[in-house]
């Protein structure tokens, strides 16, 4: 199956590097942001393997899926803003407090928690976060997670079957990771609420 979803990614783009190409691999990790969960990265990883075997431009890659990254993050961050503003203060205090002690963190850590990645940017606007800072530690994050896919790149060699399943495995167990904290979360929380 992984080889199948694989094989169908590589027919998304075309080989030669063009500014078009280019445009989807920003365009995929924009779009990740704005309708979760669509699968960004899957263009990003794509457009690492075409860098790594030949022909596009590493810069060129990183950087369209950097700028993705920033335009998403701060549409989702100004969908944020607007619901925090319409919601109670009261309601939003211990998300403020969270973000004020915390925010820089989540949002360095959200690049590699697939699925849920644009929630920390809703609630980065939520908490009335700076744009500024929100840019900051999600360039932070993007360019960390990039190089995580430059280096996948180069360690599968050229085998594009290989280095997508690497990534569909990573991003199968940390959804799987996610999913299993939420649920201990809730029964925590359920449990607490009991007593």
């Known amino acids: 199956m992984t080889a199948d979803i694989c094989a169908h990614a590589a027919a998304l783009l075309p080989v030669e590097p063009t500014l078009w190409a280019l445009g989807i691999v920003l365009f995929g990790q924009l779009v990740e942001y704005v309708f979760p969960p669509a699968p960004g990265d899957v263009s990003t990883v794509l457009g690492v393997f075409l860098a790594v075997s030949g022909g596009w431009p590493l810069g060129g890659v990183f950087a369209a899926a950097l700028v993705g990254t920033l335009l998403g993050g701060t549409a989702a961050w100004w969908a944020g803003g607007r619901l925090g503003q319409s919601t109670k203060a009261e309601a939003l205090a211990p998300l403020v407090a969270r973000f ?12 590699f928690l697939p699925g849920i990645r644009p929630m920390f940017f809703v609630a ?14 999600a360039t932070v994050s993007a360019a960390l997670w990039n190089a995580l896919l430059v280096a996948g790149g180069w360690a599968a060699a050229g085998s594009w079957i290989q280095m997508c399943g690497w990534f569909l495995t990573y991003s199968r167990v940390a959804l799987v990771l996610i999913l299993a904290a939420c649920v201990l979360a809730l029964a925590g929380w359920l449990w607490r609420r009991r007593s």
């Open 100 to 111: 004020k002690k915390h925010g820089a963190a989540y949002l360095v850590v959200n690049r």
């Open 124 to 137: 980065a606007g939520m908490a009335g976060m700076r744009v500024g800072p929100v840019l900051l530690w």
